[in-house]
Every structure is written in structure tokens, then in C-alpha cells.
């Protein structure tokens, strides 16, 4: 399969399930609202070492968010929910309630299950509840106003894991490749890409070979430098750069949604050569995104 | 005294001893550079909540970075000092290992102590030790290509909680010249300021009268929309917002020109109309930052 | 009337018939493009000094343009066609056909009329035409690799002006709600505000009185310094800044759509408390915007 | 001669002389300057297609401009001086006093010549002299407040036209070395690169061999996709991108510099193979920069 004259590998990438919640961050202007949501879903790349994952899903305009100010919704994952809750609840205390103009709301309001924020008793009592629209929220007397949050966060079950490669003729060609696939991913709804900028530069194995003490470790069948020193690399000739996305969303429908549009505009990148997904044999994860069926 | 017409209040800021880390971050271009450092300083607005506090201190141009490529200088910042090393070697590890292009360099190579940051195990028996420049680094072979790490990132004991408060007329005269401070201090070099976009809007009393379980809750004395609500409200006349500015640094020095060169880029600001800052009685922390002597 | 509390004066803009035609920029990355997009409908602020008007309509991710990457749509708008043809042809050649990667791509083909804009001499015989999906394109061998340009875009009588002042108790509240206007106003496709981000902060009137020589000058009516000192002043008692939103449109409807969006939003920031709209008593424009009847 | 494994073509860039005037624009706001610095800048890629070349030289933080708010010094560029004093005028006019709460300084206080750029007739009598710090400004009330602009701009004899090409294994290495270089540049004092994102993608040979009335055309000779269709094709083996950087500058130093600075961080980049220059074989412009004197 090709498209755009760019090989597409007959394989599948493997996904796991995890809880997601879903964040509204609205501001004074687009730009507060960023920041917030920005500082949010920081830290935030892989269980492997963060607390959670996290990423901004979209741009809400003004004219589309509860309270008529700009906004961004954004996606908290953990595969536990326990976990997922207590750094709901962290997140948005620390990096939203403490913003400048911010306010948060329930970035799922269908879904069935929500996890309680109660941030108001931050206001020492002088809290009190109010509603924005149809919105049962609180609003706390804080240094630059009112703080304005609504307390139940619509939680569901959700996929983490869902991946491609993007592989380049040059480090370069691959890279902006990948560049293309997150801003395409942007516009998919309920979909994530959580490493910085969306990419990841060093994607990895589960352990190590040589150092027993290390849950993960470069992939080294996909590291272009070492093609010709390792076994069995799985980089094609002619590639010199290979770099993954990783997609985090509510539901298996976002997560291919986001690998398809994102293949699709990866290949339309001068000097993109192949594209392919990380699986692990099917023995982990239940999810399989199989790539010809997806495009 | 008066800055431009703005009153700035005869008090301090009081202030605590911290470890600050500095770690240059490099990349291809800016951008890909500045992703990196904004995860990598992500949820780390006050450790209160958060497991550290961390910001970007400065842009790098090229000239001026060790591997002749444009980066970022980021401060990570904690009150103890193994509570810091985890920090920093796991917001490296997970936001600038994983990350498109990037390398990693002490930023203060001349400081006395030094904390490890042992990536090279990510390489599983393919890295390698090399210089660049004078600087004895790793190169880990990774899908992207190499990554380039020093291992041993330089840490002072400096200051957290330098801090000032700007008032305005109206709610979003305070907001820009708390903006307008924030962007003064990012020319200061040695001090960050870790909320989102560098701005308090909900600035916290330690402990609370009413909800015993919390640990701070909102500083109602400096609520406008309390005044004439709550006994001694703090808030002067005419006041309709207030901004927090929270400062970490390497040094007494760097947090004293962060506020001082803060405070005059507020006061150039319509509508701005007092500074303060906060303290506790000078029962807490050992630093004292007397406005009217800073600036 | 009142929106959030905010008083709407019972008035109209006044606008202008005006000739506007609609470019695609793509280009490999977002940012490539928008670089592009920034310098084409740069110095266009208002036909008093600038060749044209022209600012940047929306952006379209890689799903929805016509080459499947992400691009930017703007518009280029004068009240004389000829003038018009002129720029556009000129602000194209210039600014996108120079840019790197970038490709250009008519954005109304549906429009009766089309401008023709032959890039493709600059081939030097080397050009030669082909196919993006349906569209007929001609590619151009040039230094970065092909440059892929539709040569006719189309263009249609559309509104210059359209326009509200966003008024508030200090300069600060007025000019975030005029940001949060822009904002709005960004999400509503086939308008523009050409101004720099979109604000005006220096509205005019038609002429001077005491330099006969000068086409516009300050409008002292509705300058906040100026209330007390010159008669019949327009400023509300407690307003100190007034910023304009000034608004191009491919129709009456785009205008009016993105006045009321507009509107809307200024409404929704603190310390925003009047608006109203500039017109000349209906002596100059044929299109009235009655701000009662569009909110 | 070799910098960190790329060719440095053993030639010369060819460059002519023009006036250069620089201008500082502050804004209450980083962003709010940026923006008004962008529409002043814009429309200017090159005197070909263009009224003036126009570019941001620095950014320059609160601390270091005349009246203590953050700000931009943009440089504006013809050959003949009657032409640049018409567009530095219309420039400042529709784009910087436009503009919310910016103001304008000289940027050459120390040049020998100045231009005059009476915006004071704006006020229509309402306007009065004054200073900031030792600058004699004049304040002209206007909606948002009052501007503030200093009338008299220095202009030098500097140099248009210093460049040099980028070429890479593919594409987009060249494109990414092309950005690297304008980043290096950004940190030269004096010296713009005024084409969309400071990269030339459709550098042009003099006049046109098969359409007369073509002042340009493509420069089929750097023409990677022409390479074994063209006769002396001067693509070398292997590279399949090449893009040009264009630099603007106040002196020859200036613009030797920032050759120098860009080139440098372009060689860092991986996949970027070749540096070269465009000369005229030193037929037309009195200055000549050395590669390999300047390096």
C-alpha cells in the first residue's frame, strides 16, 4: 500500500486502555487560556516516568465554550483511574485555579462517569455556587477576581499507545513528516499526542538487554545509525531519521482517526519513505490499529 | 516612593532557601528547542502540589549554546536536594531524551556541586562517550538519530518565593503589568517564575480558617471583590485587581534584580496604581526582599 | 440593550462596497505557512496609507486543503479591482511564490469571477502544468524543490468596514476585550480585521480641521484624555480606553457574523462597559450594520 | 574548508548598497509590540515586487528601551532614499500608530542623518511635545490613550543583498540549516533577513531567457529537480534542497557578521551538505563578502 508514493507498512500498532478526562480551560484570551493548559499537560509524556499523560486536544473558540471566552480542552490519561483522579485534581488545581483569568469546565458532560475536582474549598468559605450557562459551578474570591469551576470532570474509558513511525530519507524529512501528522492529529477531536511537540526522537523497548535495572531502553532495530551493526534492523535501506507519534484518546474511533490523518499528512512531506507502527506481538495491549485498514 | 506615578509599598518580600538546577536545552531549530523546555518545566508551579517548581530562564542563540545550536536555559527548582535530583533526572529523562533533535547540557558548569543525570543506560550497550567542545558528553543512538547528554548537571543553594504583588485599577490593568513584569524578568538571568504564563491570579494564605485539611487557601485579605466583605481587607481603594509574581533563583542577587527590574516594567503599565509584596512576619524564611531597597 | 452587562448603543456601522479575493497557503508545516501568510497581508491595514487591505481568514488544517497540507486562508481586499489584481499578484509573487515549501491555491472556486495571477514566467519555460486532486496548477522548478501555484482566484464584491469600539474603565479592559473580539472574530469564515492583531488603537476620523493637508485624523471625540476638553465628547463617564475593530468580509452576512461574534465576546471581559460603532450619518456607505438588530 | 563536516564553497557573495533607517516600537506588551512590528515589517521581501525590504532586527526587553516597555527594533530598506523616507513614513503611520498602546523611537540616535516622520499632524491640534527620558517625543491623544513618537529616525548607507545558499541531502535539511541560520542571525545587531521566515525558497537569476518581460525567473542552475536537464547544472551530487538567505544590514560588518553566525549554526544541522554563495561575477554590487575571510 502507498500513498502519496509513500510505502505503507502491513502491520499494526498495539494499544492499551487507559481513563481519560477531559479538561475545558477558557481565559480572558487565547493566550491565557494557553498558558494554563500548556503548564497542565506538562511533565506529562509517559507513564513511564510521569505521573500522567496529557495533551492539549483542541482550540475552543469563544463562541463554543460554556462561558463565551476562548478556551482549549485538554486529555488527562492514566491507566488507573485512582491515579488518573488524584492528578485531575493536582493538575488543575495547580496550573489552572492558579492561572491568571482562567476557569474550568467539564470537557465531557455525556460521559456516563466523572471524577469530583473540588477545588472550592480553596475559597476558605467565601466560595459560593453559582451557574454559567446550564453549568453548576463554584466561584472562589481570588487576588484577580473570581475563580470560576465546575467540579465533576466527565471521566471514560479510553486507548493509550496508539503509534506510527514516520521514516525519512533524512533525519530532517522525517521529522518535518512528523511536524505535519501532529498538526493534522490537532484537528482530530478527543485525540492526544502527549511528547513534546507531539513527536518522540528516541522511541523505546520494554527493558533492557544489558542493564537489567532499566524498564525501557532504546529501540536499537530502529536507531539509523546502527543499521548494519545490529542484527535484523528493521530500518529500510535508505532511511536515515525514524520518528514516532504517540496517541493517547477517548475512545478506539479518535485514536485511528488521529493514526489515519496522521500517516495521511506525514506522506505528503518531501522525502517521507516509509511509514510503520510499534507492536509488541499482540501479547500487551488489547487494541490493534492495523494501518491498511485504518487509511 | 513612587515609580511612575505607581506607590510602591514600604514592606518586603519574604523568602526561602531552595536547590536550583540549570540545564541547557538545544535543538534544530528554536522551536523544537522551546518544546522541550516547556514540558520539561511543565506542572511545576509551586510545590505545594506540584513535585518541583520549574520555568525557562532564557533563550540561547546559537552562539552561545555549547553545541553551536539555538536552546533554552531552564531552571528546576525544590527545597530538597533528593527530592530535586529525582526531578531533574526525570523531567530530562521523559521530556528532553524523548523529545525531536534535542540535546542536554550542564548550565552551570562552574558551580561546586554537581547532580547525576544518567541517561546513557537508555543506550543499552550502544553508547558511547564523546566531547563536545570541552564538555564530556554521551551519545545515545536513538530513532531519531543520536542524542547528545552531559551527565552531570551543576546545583546551588539559591532562593524560592521572591515575590511581589502588582494592583491595578481595573482587573486587566493589573493583568498586563503583571505580563509586562514577567517579560522584564525573563532578561534577567538566574530566576524564573514557575506559574502559568509567570503570573499568580489566585495567590494563597498558608492553611485555611474554615477547611482544616487544606494546606493554603485563597488570601482573602487581597480579594478585590472581598473588600468591604472582610475585616482589614488589604486591598486599597480603587483597586479592582491583583497579580502575584512568584520568583525562584540561583541567588539572592538574581531574585533581587528579577523583582526590582519586575516591578518598573509593571509600573510603566496604564492603570497599574500599587506594588506590595508578600511575607509572613519574617517567621519563615530567612531572605528579605526590601522593595524599597531592591529597587 | 445589554449583553454580560455590558451596554450596546442603539447605532450602526457604516460600511463600504469593496472587491475581495480569497488565497490558500499550504505549506510542509503550519508554521511554514503562516510564515508565509504573515508577510503576504503584511503593511495592509487601511487603504488611507497601505496598497490594500488584507489580513488572515482562517486556518485550515492538512484535512481540508487542497494539496492535504496545513494552510492558512487570507483575504486581499480594495475597493478598485484593478488595484486589487495588482496586489494580489504582487503580494503572491513576493510572499508566497518566495517562501519556502510554500504552494498556492485559490479560495473560493466558486466565485463567477476570477483574477488571474501568472506566476508561472518565472519558470523560465522549465514550469509546466499539472493536477492537485481536481484543480489545474502549474509547477515551478525553483531552488527548494517545485513551487505548485493555481493561477486564477477568484474574487467577489464583498464589505470594507465594518466596524465597533470596544469601550472600558480603564485602557487595559478595553483593549483585552478587544483582543478577545479578534479572537472570536477569527473563527468566522470570509472576514478579517487587516488591523496589527487586529486592533485599532488610534481610530480616525474623515479629514482634519486645523491640517487642511491630512486625509484622517485623531477622532477627539472619542479619545479618553480628551473628555472635559473638547465639547460634545463621546466618551461614557468612566471609560479610559476605546479600542476599534475594523472588519472586511466577503458578504454583508461574514460582517455581520463577525460583528456580533465579536461583540459578543468583548462583552464576556471584566471591566468592558460600552460598545458602539462608527458611521458618518449614512451619507457615505451603502451597508448599515444596525448593532441592535445583528446581536 | 570544512565547518563540522560541510563544504564551504571557496566564493563570494555580491551585495549593493542601500539606506537603512532603524526604528524601535515598544508596546505595553512583548506581544502587542511584536504584532505592530510584523504589519510594519511586512509586504517587504524584496524591492523587485516590493516597496522596501523590511525586517525585525531584535527583540529588546523593557530594561533597554527609552521608555521602559518591552519592544522591537525593526530595520527598513531601499536603495534610494527619497523612497525610503516615503515608505518609512507611510509604515509608521498605518502600522505602529495604528496599533494598540505602542509608541516609536529613533533606533539610530547616534546616526548622522535622520528622516523625518511627522506624525504629530495626526492630532489635529490636540497633540503637545514632550519627553521620555532625554528624547524629545511628541504625545498625540487617541482612542486607546495617548501614542508617543519620536519624529526624527536615523538612516545610515548600509548594504541589501548579502546572502548565502543552504544545500541539503534532502529537502528539507536544507530547510531546517536555512531556519537554523536565520535563528543565528536573529542575535546579529544590524542585520535582517526580509523574506517569509527570513528563507528565500525561489532564489532568482537576473532577467528571464525565454519570457522578456520577466525582470526575475528562476535560478534553474540551483535547481535541484533540473539537475541532468540543465547544462552546468551547479547542484552538487547528492543535495536535493537548497534555500538562500537574504541579509539586510546597517554596515558591512553587520552583515558579515551575520553570514558568518548563519552559515555556522546552518553546518550544525544534520543532512546539510554545502555552502555556497550568489555573486554577479562582481559586475554589479561594490561589495564582495569572502566565504572563507569571513568565517
Redesign the interface.
Known amino acids: 500500500m502507498e500513498i ?1 508514493g509513500v510505502k505503507i507498512d502491513d502491520t499494526y500498532a498495539e494499544a492499551f486502555p487507559a481513563w481519560v478526562s477531559s479538561v475545558i480551560i477558557t481565559g ?5 487560556a494557553y ?2 493548559a ?9 507513564v ?4 500522567a499523560e496529557a495533551g492539549i486536544d483542541a482550540y475552543i ?3 463554543r465554550t460554556p ?4 478556551g482549549f480542552g485538554i486529555l488527562i490519561v492514566h491507566p488507573k483511574k485512582k491515579h488518573l483522579k488524584e492528578q485531575l485534581v ?2 488543575v ?10 476557569a474550568v469546565f467539564n470537557g465531557m458532560p455525556d460521559a456516563a462517569e466523572k471524577l469530583p475536582v473540588k477545588l472550592h ?6 466560595e459560593y455556587q453559582t451557574k454559567v450557562g446550564d453549568r453548576s459551578v463554584w466561584a ?8 470560576i469551576g465546575e467540579e465533576e470532570i466527565g471521566v471514560v474509558q479510553g486507548v493509550a499507545g496508539g503509534n506510527f ?1 514516520v521514516m ?9 513528516g ?3 501528522a501532529v ?2 492529529i ?2 482530530v477531536c478527543g485525540a492526544v499526542t502527549s ?3 507531539g ?6 523497548k520494554v527493558g ?4 537489567k ?2 524498564n ?5 532495530l ?5 543499521k548494519g ?2 542484527p535484523e534492523s528493521k530500518v529500510p535501506e535508505g532511511v ?5 507519534i504517540v496517541i493517547d484518546g477517548v475512545s478506539e474511533a479518535a485514536v485511528s482517526e488521529a493514526m489515519a ?1 496522521g500517516i ?2 506525514a506522506c ?4 517521507v519513505k516509509f511509514i510503520t507502527a510499534g507492536n509488541y506481538g499482540g501479547t500487551l495491549g488489547p487494541f490493534k490499529f492495523d494501518l491498511h485498514k485504518i487509511l
Open positions: 502519496h480572558a484570551t487565547r493566550e491565557l498558558r494554563s500548556v503548564e497542565a499537560t506538562g511533565f506529562a509524556t509517559s513511564i516516568g510521569c505521573a473558540p469563544p463562541q462561558d463565551g471566552r476562548p493536582e493538575r488545581a495547580e496550573c489552572v485555579l492558579t492561572a491568571p483569568t482562567t474549598f480553596f475559597g476558605d468559605g467565601y472562589i474570591p481570588i487576588m484577580g477576581g473570581e475563580f513511525f525519512g530519507e533524512s533525519q530532517m524529512s522525517a521529522l518535518i512528523a511536524q505535519a498538526e493534522a490537532m484537528d511528547f513534546p511537540g513527536i518522540v526522537g528516541s522511541g523505546s533492557s538487554k544489558k542493564y535495572f532499566m525501557a531502553s532504546t529501540n536499537e530502529y536507531c539509523p545509525t546502527l551493526k545490529v536515515k531519521g525514524v520518528f514516532e490523518e495521511k499528512a505528503m512531506v518531501a522525502g
